[in-house]
T-cell receptor, first 113, second 114 residues
């Protein structure tokens, strides 16, 4: 079975550019989570969806960040414009309601120069 | 916001030694989880704890959900080289029957010396 799929695995961009990270959750999972991992702050929840609807976006750092889930098999996290302090590893995770286990993707390592 | 204090930050041990790490929180969680992360990968769930006082084992791993619901520990017995990685505790609230995002500790780096 395919796990959570994220693309790209690595992204290097220049400050001011738009960045779009993509996630395909595990089929049948109705929860999708976006996390960010940095050395300073560790793993932080950014936003999560249930049945494609955003439930809690209180972790989204700024208006430059936005996330969408147009259907059950796809979600995007967009940063516009990007800044060097956005450099981090961004993880997508999914779970099935009734289960506490969140399955994480391999992450996207973002570097903003 | 909720914070999890995880300790120790890193551990340097010899193969075969037992390992113990713990997490404390200022908030009560419904569920405690322990994850392991290896380089270049996402965290993988090791153990989930659902009830205060619960003690759960998974092979050489044992974890407990504190009575106060504000703490948890993870023990690894007879460590082996493949145990190397970063171990994270995570707390989860269950609201209205649905899941919630996880609050993670800062992690414990486990390094095994030959």
């Amino acid at each position: 079975d395919a796990g959570v799929i994220q693309s790209p695995r690595h992204e290097v961009t220049e400050m001011g550019q738009e960045v779009t990270l993509r996630c395909k959750p595990i089929s049948g999972h109705d929860y999708l989570f976006w996390y960010r991992q940095t050395m300073m702050r560790g793993l932080e929840l950014l936003i999560y969806f249930n049945n494609n609807v955003p439930i809690d976006d209180s972790g989204m750092p700024e208006d430059r960040f936005s996330a969408k889930m147009p259907n059950a098999s796809f979600s995007t996290l967009k940063i516009q414009p990007s800044e060097p302090r956005d450099s981090a590893v961004y993880f997508c995770a999914s779970s099935f309601s009734g289960s506490v286990e969140q399955f994480f993707g391999p992450g996207t390592r973002l570097t903003v120069l | 916001g909720q914070q999890l204090n995880q300790s120790p930050q890193s551990m340097f041990i010899q193969e075969g030694e037992d390992v113990s790490m713990n997490c404390t929180s200022s908030s009560i969680f419904n569920t405690w989880l322990w994850y392991k992360q290896e380089p270049g990968e996402g965290p993988v769930l090791l153990i989930a704890l659902y009830k205060a006082g619960e003690l759960t084992s998974n092979g050489r791993l044992t974890a407990q959900f504190g009575i106060t619901r504000k703490d948890s520990f993870l023990n690894i017995s007879a460590s082996i080289p493949s145990d190397v990685g970063i171990y994270f505790c995570a707390g989860q609230l269950i609201r209205g029957g649905g899941a919630d995002g996880l609050t993670f500790g800062k992690g414990t780096h486990l390094i095994i010396q030959p």
